[in-house]
């Protein structure tokens, strides 16, 4: 199974931006996906998640701004982006977070840069 995220670009601060990431087949023991970000010479920091049951969890420096969500069909997550900040310029990854002792996967990262 690959995860391709895309979506990323340049953005003036307070733009907005989604990123999207497909899986390439259906996840066999999914438990979430989330995003996580890594900035130069930071890092990896966790972004945000969502459970199968439809449960997410915020890092505190997206709440309010960043929204989560899922098209199981298109096996497709999505991160909706406002109100961008010149410190969310990271590269973003997408995970999915698997049960018992099925490996983790991570997609390939996106670049989102805020300019100010």
């Known amino acids: 199974v690959q995860l391709q995220a895309s979506g990323g670009g340049l953005v003036q601060a307070g733009g907005s931006l989604r990123l999207s990431c497909v899986a390439s087949?259906?996840?066999?023991?999914?438990?979430?996906m989330g995003w996580y970000r890594q900035a130069p010479g930071k890092q990896r920091e966790f972004v945000t998640t969502?459970?199968?049951?439809?449960?997410?969890n915020y890092g505190d420096s997206v709440k309010g701004r960043f929204t989560i969500s899922r098209d199981t069909a298109k096996n497709t997550l999505y991160l909706q982006m406002n109100s961008l900040k010149p410190e969310d310029t990271a590269v973003y990854y997408c995970k999915a977070r698997r049960s018992g002792n099925l490996p983790d996967l991570w997609g390939q990262g996106t670049q989102v840069t805020v300019s100010s």
């Open positions: 969502i459970t199968t049951g439809g449960v997410t």
């Open positions: 087949e259906t996840i066999i023991g999914i438990a979430a």
